[in-house]
């Protein structure tokens, strides 16, 4: 018997993120999109909540849980139900923390862990996408070539946060694997481009980085010599986006249910019309299928078995139906959805990034 109810541990969390996103995020996320920038308060009250860092053991400062992906997805939905921005910020650390509890050597864990655990705000990033039209992350045209230490050569986007973070994971190619590997903030040939400007996510700060000949020592490649399992890496990403994306397409279908509710046309609310009762009934459908889907993804990470299968299928089931609830969300508000006075607009942009968002989060 399969039972879909949260352990206690896991509602506290959800509950707890529920009200943060509804008190906090909710109140300044079309502000934060409009002005390209999310304020520290906002950053360092979600800090405060103790939750990116409650992975890390607690011989290395962290509070000791133990890391679960299906709890991560449950945090992630929470988070981007108050805005997709403002979660990829928060939750941007995980890049860096995640990878290195999960694969890191035992001095990469001594080195790193103790540095995010501090009582504010500490960026981490990772460096995974590339600028190409048939980027493929089982294929990275970022080199990692060894000779004593490390040369990494590369161009890489959609970095988040890369001028602030402590240090960046560059995922590179190293012979037939691919691999991830540990560049300080500062190092030599790592070079931060110029804030890109997207369609979406306008409040997260991404940034192109180039790698010309940046040197590292061999200690920096995650795991060691035996390297890591990128496969997982990859899944948990996955897992992580399609969780976001289920948040952001409830956010999408309440604000329309409860428009058309209230809306009223020709003396009945529009939401009695069948055009519009169709498409809340399939939003609806949509997202707990995508997120059920999700949850038997994240279920078998966390028993550590084969699951690559699974969470491929809840990412592309979740990227296609955000976009879909999202559409459906400008469409029943007319064209009231069209205007930036409602966020279904806002919604609509951030939900068509999904498609080129893998290794943007990690759950």
């Known amino acids: 018997m399969l039972s879909f109810s949260p352990s206690e541990e896991q509602q506290m969390i959800v509950n707890t993120v529920k009200q943060f996103a509804n008190d906090v995020m909710r109140k300044k996320f079309r502000e934060c999109d409009e002005e390209g920038q999310i304020p520290d308060e906002i950053i360092n009250t979600a800090w405060d909540l103790g939750l990116v860092v409650s992975c890390i053991p607690e011989a290395y400062g962290g509070a000791g849980w133990e890391h679960s992906a299906l709890t991560g997805t449950l945090l992630a939905e929470e988070l981007a139900w108050g805005d997709l921005s403002m979660a990829m910020h928060i939750l941007s650390p995980w890049l860096g923390i995640l990878p290195i509890v999960e694969m890191g050597s035992e001095e990469q864990k001594k080195k790193y862990l103790p540095s995010v655990c501090g009582s504010k705000f500490t960026a981490a990033s990772a460096a995974f996408i590339e600028p190409k ?215 609509f942009r951030n939900g068509r990034g999904f498609v080129t968002f893998t290794g943007l989060a990690i759950v």
Not at 259 to 279: C, E, L, N, T, V
């Open 133 to 347: 039209h048939d980027f493929d992350c089982n294929d990275f045209d970022t080199l990692a070539k060894k000779s004593g230490g490390y040369t990494l050569n590369g161009d890489k986007c959609f970095v988040p946060l890369a001028p602030d973070a402590a240090f960046t994971l560059v995922y590179a190619r190293e012979g037939n694997s691919s691999q991830c590997f540990i560049v300080d903030r500062g190092t030599k040939g790592f070079n931060i481009g110029e804030r890109e400007k997207n369609m979406g996510i306008k409040a997260l700060a991404t940034y192109e980085v180039s790698l010309k000949d940046c040197k590292i020592p061999a200690d920096k490649k995650l795991g060691g010599d035996r390297g890591c399992d990128f496969k997982r890496l990859a899944n948990l990403s996955r897992v992580a986006l399609a969780g976001l994306a289920v948040g952001l397409a409830r956010g999408a279908f309440e604000f329309s249910r409860d428009y058309a509710k209230d809306r009223h046309a020709f003396g009945d609310p529009i939401a009695s019309r069948q055009a519009i009762a169709f498409m809340l009934a399939e939003m609806a459908i949509e997202i707990d299928a995508a997120r059920l889907l999700n949850w038997e993804a994240a279920w078998l990470l966390d028993k550590k078995e084969e699951a690559t299968r699974e969470c491929c299928l809840a990412k592309t089931y979740a990227d296609n139906m955000v976009m879909q609830c999202t559409d459906y969300g400008v469409q029943v508000m007319g064209g009231h959805g069209y205007i930036r006075d409602n966020p279904v607009e806002m919604w």
